[in-house]
Nanobody, 127 residues
């Protein structure tokens, strides 16, 4: 059974930091590129960051560049999202997602590329 379980969300003041984690099971983690998305009520899910299978390549949405860092530990089947200098507009439910790829360096940004999704974790940034 495939599972992606996010953790690390919470309430933080603007300027603060949070580190999200996503533990994967039920599939071969090292064969998948991993992504983070976020969603607020009434809006579509939006891309945040992605990392390739080998962690050699990562990509970020413009609003989070320079503030967020995605990483992974294939030995622990876990992907992380370090979020620094948080802003109120970062408030959202954050989801991790996984997709198989034959390419070591590919990291997709489109939600429809991803096959598996976690249940989400709430991040709230107060001003």
């Amino acid at each position: 059974q495939v599972q992606l379980v996010e953790a690390g969300g919470g309430l933080v003041q603007a300027g603060g930091s949070l580190r999200l984690s996503c533990a994967a099971s039920g599939f071969i983690f090292s064969t998948c590129f991993m992504g983070w998305f976020r969603q607020t009520p009434g809006k579509e899910r939006e891309f945040v960051a992605a990392i390739s299978r080998s962690a050699d390549n990562s990509r970020y949405a413009d609003p989070v560049k320079g503030r967020f860092t995605v990483s992974r530990d294939n030995a622990k089947n876990t992907v992380y999202l370090q979020m620094n200098s948080l802003k109120p507009e970062d408030t959202a439910v954050y989801y991790c997602a996984a997709a198989y790829s034959p390419r070591n360096t590919y990291a997709g940004y489109a939600a429809n590329e991803y096959r598996y999704w976690g249940q989400g974790t709430q991040v709230t940034v107060s001003s």
